[in-house]
């Protein structure tokens, strides 16, 4: 058997070796960090004031709002930290838990994102049964199998990762640990756990992208068939908003982990991840609150009563 050296530490790669470059990154990733937060505790807290907003559509908002506020939490401010000190090393434990923490808070975002697309279908498609098919039991339990399906996959995914040995290089190509780039440096010669892992979240992603799809298809033709442009207008209005979150949020996730590869991940590959990381959580809560009176009549009560 070949002499290898056992890892027990891994170094993240930034996007730069020049530390005025670095520097100037933590910033500007600490006011996009800050930015994405912000938006993220407005919505939260919105939805759980306003007695307006205590609607089933609402209630799963609020719920990705969490989960966004948890899952930019991960990466970004250990990024920041690393930028701003110029060390950009991480153990196997903290890095074991970012892959944790982001496989459970990027798979319940999925689920709840797909939770609320049967929203929409039964509120558009069902009106006069919406109360009764989404009260507060059914609300509550597909948020709560949402949540508990994402830590399941994290646990499982976290298992499968680190129960390989890693040796040889100790660099990986990201700002974070991720699973594509640790099997690039895993020397096992059996990752049956791991890619049989990946084709059971592969199939759930897969089955909640079909389950979305087919939601709206039902939900346009539906709407094609009301029979005024005014009260289409206000269907399509409830509808884009979450059509346009879930496309960037799948998106974004399909340009990190089902491309390719590569021996040599370009910068490239790594701004695609801070896209992933990133936009997503920045700008969900400006796309439901954009042209959404709901949201800006709260919005603006709050301000009032904070004055």
């Known amino acids: ?3 290898v050296t056992t890892i027990t530490g891994f170094i993240l790669m930034g996007f730069s070796d020049v530390q005025e470059l670095q520097t100037l990154c933590g910033v500007f990733f600490l006011m996009m960090y800050m930015v994405a937060l912000i938006n993220n505790f407005i919505i939260i807290i919105l939805t759980t004031l306003d007695m307006y907003l205590q609607t089933p559509m609402y209630f799963f908002l609020k719920n990705l709002s969490l989960l966004d506020v948890f899952f930019v939490s991960v990466t970004i401010p250990n ?3 690393s930028s701003l000190t110029h060390n950009s090393s991480i153990s196997i434990i903290g890095c074991s838990l970012q892959v944790f923490l982001m496989t459970s808070f990027s798979s319940g975002e999925v689920f709840v994102l797909t939770a609320m697309s049967y929203d929409r279908y039964v509120a558009i498609c069902f009106p006069l049964h919406y109360d009764a098919i989404m009260n507060v039991g059914t609300c509550v339990l597909m948020v709560s199998v949402s949540w508990a399906t994402g830590l399941l ?12 040995p890693f040796c040889g290089s100790n660099v990986i190509p990201q700002f974070f640990c991720d699973i594509p780039s640790l099997l690039r440096i895993s020397c096992s010669e059996t990752l049956g756990v791991i890619y049989s892992s990946l084709g059971i979240g592969l199939c759930l992603g897969t089955s909640c992208f079909i389950c ?3 939601s709206y298809i039902y939900i346009f033709s539906t709407v094609l068939k009301i029979p005024t442009n005014k009260g289409q207008s206000k269907a399509f209005a409830t509808c884009i908003p979450h059509l346009t979150v ?3 949020f799948i998106a974004t996730a399909c340009f990190v982990y089902l491309k390719p590869l590569s021996n040599t991940p370009s910068i490239i590959d790594r701004l695609f991840s801070v896209l992933y990381t990133l936009l997503p959580p920045t700008v969900n809560p400006v796309i439901y609150s954009l042209r959404n009176t709901d949201v800006n009549n709260a919005l603006r009560k709050l301000q009032q009563n904070i004055c």
């Open 79 to 81: 990024f920041i930290v």
């Open 153 to 164: 996959f994290g646990v499982l995914y976290t298992a499968g990762t680190f129960s390989m």
């Open 212 to 214: 979305v799809v087919i």
């Open 1 to 3: 058997m070949p002499n």
């Open 246 to 248: 879930f496309t960037v």
